[in-house]
């Protein structure tokens, strides 16, 4: 019940940053539990389509990416499916353009989260503003005296109360922003560490 009041002494701002709030949760959950190097770059699998590529034993690795589904197999097959004629460079192209396609896949939301870190201290200027707005509409309506007490002290509180709010939101949506930005950057260059793994191994490529 005191959460309810509070909140509803920081108006209609109050709502929205919480509205900003739980997605921005929502996002953090979902990245924490997707951007896991283990489960998206698993190693034995990477070990087992080097192993089957280096013997130009190319059905199975394409068998091995079709039941293993992780991030790393579907780049690979499509990489595989796509290259066209079989070069080192073709490869490589296939690879990469495959790569990319499924890391802007694992930035879904991300853009987002960095939109309410950067919004949300606004919103809680904004209502800071609005409170002070009561403020001063109290005060003059008082005629030079303090006007009503209440309506005072709900200016007061939702000047105060929003701004907390909105740091409240932006201060974790910011920091976790950050730490996916990283966990991204590093995906991406083991991501590009494998292809070359498996080029560099690829029997019959052609240079």
Not at 28 to 51: C, H, M, N, T
Not at 91 to 96: H, P, R, T
Not at 189 to 195: K, V
């Amino acid at each position: 019940m005191v959460g309810v009041e509070i909140l509803q002494k920081a108006g209609v701002v109050g709502y929205v940053i919480l509205f900003l709030s739980v997605i921005s949760v929502a996002i953090i959950i979902e990245k924490f539990l997707v951007l896991r190097l283990s489960k998206l770059l698993p190693k034995e699998d990477l070990r087992l389509i080097v192993e089957f590529l280096s013997q130009g034993n190319i059905p199975d690795a394409v068998e091995l990416c079709k039941k293993r589904r992780s991030f790393l197999t579907e780049v690979i097959y499509e990489a595989i499916k796509n290259m066209g004629i079989p070069t080192r460079e073709n490869f490589l192209s296939s690879f990469e353009v495959s790569a990319k396609r499924k890391l802007s896949e694992l930035e879904r939301g991300l853009t987002l989260l960095a939109t309410i870190a950067a919004v949300s201290p606004l919103l809680g200027l904004l209502g800071t503003v609005i409170g002070m707005v009561k403020i001063f509409g109290v005060l003059n309506a008082g005629g030079g005296a303090i006007g009503n007490p209440q309506e005072l002290s709900a200016g007061v509180a939702q000047a105060l109360l929003t701004t907390i709010f909105g740091l409240v939101v932006a201060i974790p949506a910011i920091v976790m922003y950050n730490i996916f930005q990283r966990k991204l950057d590093k995906i991406a260059t083991e991501l590009e560490s494998a292809g070359i793994l498996i080029a560099n191994n690829f029997k019959g490529l052609k240079k």
